[in-house]
């Protein structure tokens, strides 16, 4: 809605974000190539699925949209699930920690707790005949299988010891309590509390690599991206909003939204005005002159050479990649429109990030009362047109959705109840205002004009009623108490 501010649309933001998971995530890096302007990129999509190991058992929403929309653009649902990438943030480690140390291992799905009592009858029916230092294997044990089989069975089983053979297999061997308590103090040990630790945080170890980097983070239209980061793979979402943009900002200093830059660019350049990421670049290739020599040249690594070949929309990787290309293009035509001589025959990066200056930091506001948030200060002030106020006059019963219906030919505004018959319209842009009041000066139904707090507000509008009241009383006890007595 254009009447959310950024701390309510953050709240709200925060209630999706907390439902929903992450399924996909891209990175793209690129490095120059012998000093030329030769961007060469490396660009990777990671399937992700949120961690099983122990009891912590994530519960997230799908959406059949979302679902439709992705299936339509090829997303592989069997490789999220079968294969994603287990992540946490850091209360649930702060857990699964505690359950290692506590040396109370449990067990939250139910597939795995089939496959640990069949693993745990196997081996009580084979050791009470076995000799110390014999072995047997159990099979087919996949993905955290293989650290939970052997945590419960040396937490159910003082004389044994277990040992990963790879290939989902799993070496059990039947040992003296003196050799037992040799084996947990070796640093081979494939089940310290570090490795299972290093092995459930999975992608949040990439994610704390790009901390350490402290390199430019880029995204388009981000601010979504950016608090599903925050609260998968660092903390929760905090419920206040300042919190969260200190937070983003001590993990990554410097912030670039495409979406921040190309909006700014579309007013300054005369191409078409588009929104979706894929168009976005395909306008930025064709204004930009490709025979220019100063222009840089961004060539897929030969490993993601299948992004060359073929474009794939909303596949993560591949729009991480539009995205790197974006931001050099447009900071390309911006350093070119920043001075009157031609553009040095290198144009370096850092060059890039000093015309990119005033848009550090601040990631696009879709639909707000700001149109970025400044996540290195404080946000600007909110820019509307002026709020417009309709009375309704001779139309009972009119409701939120009829009176956009009624503009919606017109303009478009975002709605709300003022009172009983008055409705409050917001627009972001002044030239829908000046027609609303033009066309429906003379309506006979709805009365429009620009809404004056003094005059509109009902809080206001209580305060002059009971300060009439308080007043009139006044007046009536004055003139009452002060009239002459008459004794007979």
């Known amino acids: 809605?254009?009447?959310?501010?950024?701390?309510?649309?953050?709240?709200?933001?925060?209630?999706?974000?907390?439902r929903f998971t992450v399924t996909q995530l891209g990175k793209c890096c690129s490095d120059t190539e012998d000093n030329l302007p030769r961007y060469v990129v490396h660009s990777y999509n990671f399937f992700l699925f949120p961690s099983t190991l122990g009891v912590t058992d994530v519960e997230f929403t799908l959406s059949a949209s979302s679902i439709q929309f992705l299936s339509h653009y090829g997303f592989d649902y069997n490789k999220f699930l079968k294969d994603g990438i287990p992540y946490m943030n850091e209360a649930q480690e702060k857990i699964l920690s505690q359950q290692l140390l506590?040396?109370?291992?449990?067990?939250?799905?139910?597939?795995?707790?089939?496959?640990?009592?069949?693993?745990?009858?196997?081996?009580?029916?084979?050791?009470?005949?076995?000799?110390e230092e014999e072995t047997m294997i159990l099979q087919d044990l996949s993905g955290y299988q293989m650290f939970e089989v052997q945590l419960v069975l040396r937490q159910a089983l003082q004389n044994v010891w277990t040992q990963p053979l790879g290939d989902k297999k799993v070496m059990v061997k039947k040992v003296s309590p003196q050799h037992r308590q040799l084996l947990e103090n070796s640093p081979y040990d494939c089940c310290q509390k570090e490795l299972i630790l290093l092995s459930a945080r999975g992608f949040t170890n990439v994610f704390q690599t790009l901390i350490e980097a402290k390199k430019p983070l880029v995204g388009h239209n981000m601010l979504m991206d950016l608090m599903h980061l925050h609260d998968k793979f660092y903390k929760p979402l905090p419920e206040s909003y300042e919190e969260f943009k200190r937070n983003i900002h001590n993990l990554f200093p410097v912030l670039i939204d495409t979406k921040t830059v190309t909006k700014s660019i579309w007013k300054k350049c005369p191409f078409p005005r588009v929104s979706n990421l894929l168009e976005v670049y395909a306008v930025l290739c064709s204004n930009l002159n490709p025979k220019d020599p100063t222009c840089p040249v961004i060539a897929l690594a030969s490993d993601c050479s299948r992004y060359a070949e073929k474009k794939s929309p909303h596949e993560a990787g591949y729009d991480a990649f539009l995205c790197g290309s974006v931001l050099l293009k447009s900071a390309h035509l911006l350093l070119s429109r920043s001075t009157d001589d031609a553009v040095e025959a290198d144009p370096s990066f850092s060059q890039y990030l000093t015309v990119l200056a005033e848009y550090l930091n601040k990631v696009n506001f879709i639909r707000g009362g700001v149109s970025s948030i400044n996540f290195s200060g404080e946000d600007a002030p909110c820019r509307h047109p002026p709020l417009l106020v309709v009375h309704v006059r001779g139309w009972p019963g009119l409701n939120e959705r009829q009176i956009y219906q009624e503009f919606k030919a017109l303009c478009r505004f975002d709605v709300r109840r003022l009172s009983k018959n008055q409705f409050i319209l917001l627009s972001n842009k002044f030239k829908h205002v000046r027609c609303v009041l033009r066309d429906y000066k003379h309506h006979p139904h709805l009365r429009v004009s620009v809404y004056r707090h003094w005059r509109h507000s009902p809080c206001v509008n209580c305060l002059l009623q009971v300060s009439g009241i308080v007043a009139l009383w006044s007046l009536l006890a004055f003139v009452l108490g002060g009239a002459p007595c008459c004794s007979f």
Do not use: H, M, N
């Open 102 to 131: 506590g040396g109370s291992w449990k067990v939250s799905s139910a597939l795995d707790r089939d496959v640990l009592k069949k693993a745990i009858d196997e081996v009580t029916c084979w050791i009470a005949a076995a000799e």
């Open 1 to 18: 809605s254009l009447f959310d501010s950024p701390e309510e649309r953050y709240l709200k933001a925060r209630q999706s974000v907390q």
